[in-house]
């Protein structure tokens, strides 16, 4: 089984000691958010089975209810397009877009504490198909970003052959790469030129 770093999530981990752009619930939801896009990939898919999205599910620590069957994968599935076009749209779309889930989702903000998690937003109940739950966490985490003014900080890897997305939480806006193997990449290719043409 081949399986991806989720880069996102570590950046995550990494950063929330030294600097927290953002609370450590938003910063987490954008990472899920950023690694479940990130599941598809032009030739493959990450999510390709229910056993897949149970490791996912697993990986980001979500709660709540869960179906396990086809539907449930298909409703997460159908997901990834609609939160890459965050990464994509400016601030009037990304308003729009945003809202719009919250919208239909019926989502409605609440407090609340569970298993090890000191209090933080729930704005589905955890009965709510997984999809919704996904969907709704991330529209709430990017309205964090937008009220912030860090829009910014949903970028796209800038490898020439990368189309994931990134979340930068870098101090200084430099995170440019989805993970160490694009910018190990970028930075042979850019090393390589060189030396070629000197
Ligand atoms: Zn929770
Ligand atoms: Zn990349």
């Not at 880069?7 to 950063?15: A, H, K, L």
């Not at 953002?22 to 229910?50: K, P, W």
């Not at 052959?161 to 290719?189: F, G, I, Q």
Request: glycine share 6%; proline share 4%; aromatic share 6%.
């Amino acid at each position: 089984m081949t399986k991806r770093d989720y880069s996102p999530f570590r950046v995550v981990e990494g950063v929330k000691e030294v600097n927290m752009i953002f609370a450590h619930d938003t910063e987490l939801a954008l990472g899920a958010a950023a690694a479940l896009v990130n599941t598809e990939q032009s030739d493959s898919d990450e999510l390709a089975d229910v056993p897949a999205l149970d490791r996912f599910v697993a990986h980001w620590g979500w709660t709540g209810s869960r179906r396990g069957d086809n539907s449930e994968l298909d409703g997460v599935r159908a997901l990834r397009p609609r939160l890459r076009g965050l990464w994509h749209m400016d601030e009037d779309g990304v308003v729009a877009a945003v809202n719009a889930m919250l919208r239909e989702t019926r989502a409605l903000p609440q407090l609340v504490a569970h298993d090890e998690w000191s209090y933080h937003l729930h704005a589905t109940p955890p009965d709510a198909p997984l999809a919704d739950r996904m969907l709704v966490e991330a529209a709430m985490a990017v309205v964090d970003v937008v009220r912030s003014g860090e829009l910014d900080r949903l970028r796209v890897c800038e490898a020439a052959d990368c189309d994931d997305v990134v979340v930068d939480l870098s101090k200084n806006h430099s995170r440019r790469y989805c993970s160490t193997s694009c910018s190990n990449r970028v930075n042979m290719a850019a090393f390589r030129a060189r030396r070629s043409g000197a």
